[in-house]
């Protein structure tokens, strides 16, 4: 772990991040509602809304003119693209939370927290790895709402991120989803 002597001064940002289908959506809700104090970043993105997604709660849905702008004006704490859709995070609302001492979580993917390490270095990494490769295989296919190729690319992906698990600071495995929100809670500081 690294030594983070700031922390008395503000709470540490905490990001989640871990190959898709691994539940960290499912994981963060989980804890959410134990723990609703805990403020999850709504992340922009140029993504389409999936149903039942509304604007403003699981994300900013903007096109791509707008995520240029953002980008361009330094809004972004970090971005990516993935899946041929561009996310990122506000940067402002992280930082107005965090000084106003809430505990701030992130939930994204490497490329957005190889970015938050490199400017915000005193933030922890926390790793969401599933069970198994077959488990995190079946997730992805079992949800139904993709394309095969988008499931192959997302399958790729993984590969990737499993491989980038020691550039965290800490792993949690998704073997259960209470289990696991209540040991993020406990690196939140907050359980």
């Given at each position: ?6 922390m008395?001064?503000?709470p540490?940002?905490?990001?989640l991040?871990?190959?898709s ?7 963060v809700?989980h ?11 709504v ?15 699981q994300?900013?849905?903007v096109?791509?003119d707008e ?15 993935f ?16 000084e ?8 994204i ?6 970015q938050v390490?490199?400017s ?10 599933p ?5 995190l ?18 399958l ?13 600071d800490s ?6 989803v ?8 406990a ?5």
């Amino acid at each position: 772990m690294r030594d983070n002597r700031c922390m008395s001064e503000r709470p540490r940002l905490t990001v989640l991040s871990g190959p898709s289908g691994v539940g960290k959506s499912t994981v963060v809700a989980h804890m959410r509602k134990m723990h609703p104090e805990v403020w999850l970043s709504v992340s922009a993105t140029t993504r389409h809304p999936r149903p039942g997604e509304k604007n403003g709660v699981q994300y900013h849905f903007v096109d791509n003119d707008e995520f240029d702008k953002l980008v361009a004006n330094g809004e972004l704490l970090e971005w990516a693209e993935f899946a041929g859709n561009r996310y990122g995070t506000p940067r402002a609302a992280v930082l107005e939370k965090l000084e106003r001492g809430e505990p701030v979580l992130l939930e994204i993917d490497l490329q957005g927290a190889r970015q938050v390490r490199e400017s915000m270095p005193e933030a922890q990494l926390v790793f969401l790895a599933p069970p198994s490769w077959d488990e995190l295989v079946r997730r992805l296919t079992g949800r139904g709402t993709e394309p095969q190729d988008v499931i192959e690319r997302r399958l790729e992906a993984a590969r990737v991120e499993l491989a980038a698990e020691p550039e965290f600071d800490s792993t949690l495995v998704n073997h259960s989803v209470e289990q696991v929100a209540a040991e993020l809670l406990a690196l939140l500081g907050v359980a």
